[in-house]
């Protein structure tokens, strides 16, 4: 059985950095590539950064360039969004799962505000 458990959210001043963990289990992890989502209140759910299965490329959002950096652990089954340089329009439920297309059932995310 899949699970993605998303961690590591809170409230965080505007220009402060937030690291968020997402653990996996139930699939081959080292094979898939991954992505962290955000969902804002009121808006869809949206592609932040996306890393390949080994690693090697990653690819981010135009709103996130040079501020998030996603990264992963294949031996902990864990991806990370490094967030830095945080605004108030990074306000959202953050989620990982696949990168677009057939999706696993997703987690309960981390919300991270981002509020002076």
């Known amino acids: 059985q899949v699970q993605l458990v998303e961690s590591g959210g809170g409230l965080v001043q505007p220009g402060g950095s937030l690291r968020l963990s997402c653990a996996a289990s139930?699939?081959?992890?080292?094979?898939?590539?991954m992505s962290w989502y955000r969902q804002a209140p009121g808006k869809e759910r949206e592609l932040v950064a996306t890393?390949?299965?080994?690693?090697?490329?990653?690819n981010y959002a135009d709103s996130v360039k040079g501020r998030f950096t996603i990264s992963r652990d294949n031996n902990k089954k864990t991806v990370y969004l490094q967030m830095n340089s945080l605004k108030p329009e990074d306000t959202a439920v953050y989620y990982c799962?696949?990168?677009?297309?057939?999706?696993?059932?997703w987690g309960q995310g981390t919300q991270v505000i981002v509020s002076a």
């Open positions: 139930g699939f081959t992890f080292r094979s898939a590539g």
């Open positions: 799962n696949l990168p677009p297309g057939v999706f696993y059932p």
């Open positions: 890393i390949t299965s080994t690693g090697g490329t990653t």
